[in-house]
Structure formats: C-alpha cells, structure tokens
C-alpha cells in the first residue's frame, strides 16, 4: 500500500503546476527576489525555529501544541484555498479543521495534506528559481539525515503530529505507513521552479526541466520506498528524493 506515496507525490505536483496561474495572479510570493540565495537559508531556519517550538511544546503540553497545531492547519488551508475560493476558503478550512479535530481518520489527514502540499510547493515554487531551490535541497537533505539517523528528533516530531495534517498516513495490515508532508512539498518546489523559471520546450503542459525533475523525484521515492520495505525502521526521505529531483532538472535544463 505504500506505494500510493508515488501517486500522492505525482499529484501533488500537478496541482501545484495548475496553481501557479491563480497564485501570480493573486501575488502570492513568498520572497521578493527568487534568485537571492539568501531566502534558502532564510527558509531553512524558519524550519529550525519551527521544528524546536513544536518539540518544546510536545514536551509542557499537549494540548496547547494540539491547539496550536490546529490553529496553523486552519490558517494554513485558507491561505491556500483563498486564490481560488475567496472568502468561500474560510468555509472549507473551518470544516476540514474540525473533522480533523472531531474525527481525524486517515482519509482526513490525507485531503488536509494533500491540499497544503501542492499549495506550499506552489507558493515556494514561484517565489524561488532553481539556483536557490537547489542550495535549499541540499541543506534539507543533509539536515533531514542528521535529524533522523543522528539525533532522532524527526521521528520525535512525527509522534507529535502523528492526528495532523503534517504526515501522509496509508493503512496498512500491520500499521500504516507514514510519509512527511515535507518529502512530497520540497522536492516538487523545484519542479515548480522549473516549470516557472525555465524557458524551455514543453511536453504536454510540462516544461522538460520540470517533467525531468519530477521524474527524478518519482525515482528518488521508489528508491526510498524499496529502502524502507528492506529495513524496516524510519528512513530520511530528503535525501533520495532530492537527490533524484536535483540530478533530474540537470539533465532536463541540458535537454
């Protein structure tokens, strides 16, 4: 069942791709200048910032994280419905919060995600060109490793949002596989960033760098998913499948 994950990855690189006119149109960059390698770093210790308050919270209370949590996962799905529901998106964030809260099925979590997946891609993807993009893999890769084979405060993370919308969950016989939203957003930001940035040919709607870079992604993953099914612990995702995106927008932009 694990490898619904290919399918999740794939599709949420189409959305975003189909996002990106609705969320120019609506000015929603998240940097001024994309090619300022500088908001790669700057979005890495967002993540840092970010990672430590959770694990923070986790630890004094349970229940402020879970409200926090939820709080963000509202604000969050608005912000990345509004460009195509206006005012409509308040609506649907509020329902799809209180399932989550009320009812937090795997299928819940998986819609949330989905949704907050191919909207932060999108949102990354216009504001970033492939440079940056590129030098931010890099660093998540690395710290994704460090984090889950070195100090193993990922896999801590993971517990403690195990009822939201920051994990892709597939059931399984014997327990559910699990997937980081972050595996599925940063890789697919290059792709977004290539079929933004780039003046290449297309394929279908596709411009060739973006469709290599997701291929690579797509390979990255099959190899992740064949690690994990050999060894049967917690694996860093980053690397293999920014390893693949990366390597595939090489070959594409040389195309």
Do not use: C
């Not at 291929?215 to 499948?241: D, N, S």
């Amino acid at each position: 069942m694990r490898w619904i994950f290919l399918l999740i990855f794939v599709v949420t690189a189409f959305l975003a791709i189909s996002s990106v006119p609705k969320y120019e149109q609506s000015g929603m960059r998240v940097f001024e200048n994309p090619g300022d390698v500088s908001n790669s770093f700057l979005y890495f210790a967002l993540i840092i910032v970010f990672t430590a308050f959770v694990l923070i919270l986790a630890r004094k209370s349970e229940k402020f994280l879970k409200a926090f949590m939820y709080l963000l996962v509202f604000v969050s799905i608005h912000y990345v419905l509004i460009p195509f529901l206006g005012i409509l998106s308040l609506i649907v964030a509020l329902v799809l919060t209180v399932l989550l809260i009320l009812k937090p099925n795997w299928i819940t979590i998986d819609i949330s995600a989905l949704l907050l997946a191919s909207g932060v891609a999108a949102m990354f993807g216009i504001s970033l060109e492939p440079t940056p993009v590129i030098v931010l893999l890099v660093i998540l890769a690395i710290y994704d490793a460090v984090s889950v084979y070195k100090t193993g405060h990922m896999i801590d993370l993971a517990e403690s949002v195990k009822d939201l919308p920051l994990l892709f969950i597939i059931p399984g016989k014997d327990r559910p596989s699990v997937l980081g939203v972050g595996d599925v957003v940063i890789p697919n930001i290059l792709v977004v960033s290539a079929q933004t940035f780039t003046k290449s040919p297309e394929i279908g709607f596709m411009r060739i760098p973006a469709l290599t870079t997701l291929i690579g992604g797509v390979l990255g993953m099959v190899t992740l998913l064949i690690v994990a099914e050999k060894f049967k612990r917690p694996h860093a995702g980053l690397p293999f499948l920014n390893a693949g995106a990366i390597i595939g927008y090489l070959v594409g932009i040389h195309l």
